[in-house]
């Protein structure tokens, strides 16, 4: 992008290059916007971070158990 005091390109192929990097930049800008914008996205890629965790699989695992327990409280409880 040229300069805005006066020391931007000097000729043709420089003013040519200085547009191909703006461009450049402009996508890159615009690919990260969309990136952040795409909530499902995000969403899906959080989760197989989780999936892949293995303090997710043993937290999975302690609410199961709690569950099970409540369960089964439950059903000591009625039958006493």
Same mark, same amino acid.
């Given at each position: 992008?040229?300069?805005?005091?006066?020391?931007?390109? %000097?000729n043709?192929? &420089?003013?040519? +290059?200085d547009?191909?990097r703006? /461009?450049?930049?402009?996508?890159?800008?615009?690919? =990260?916007?969309?990136?952040?914008?795409?909530?499902?996205?995000?969403? %899906?890629?959080?989760? &197989?971070?989780? +999936?892949?965790?293995?303090?997710? /699989?043993?937290?999975?695992?302690?609410?199961?158990? =709690?569950?099970?327990?409540?369960?089964?409280?439950?059903?000591?409880?009625?039958?006493?």
């Amino acid at each position: 992008m040229s300069d805005p005091h006066g020391s931007g390109p %000097q000729n043709a192929e &420089e003013l040519r +290059a200085d547009i191909e990097r703006t /461009r450049a930049e402009l996508a890159d800008t615009v690919d =990260a916007l969309t990136g952040r914008l795409d909530v499902k996205a995000r969403a %899906q890629a959080r989760a &197989e971070e989780i +999936a892949h965790d293995p303090r997710s /699989r043993n937290i999975g695992i302690g609410v199961a158990l =709690a569950a099970v327990a409540v369960v089964a409280l439950m059903v000591w409880r009625k039958k006493r």
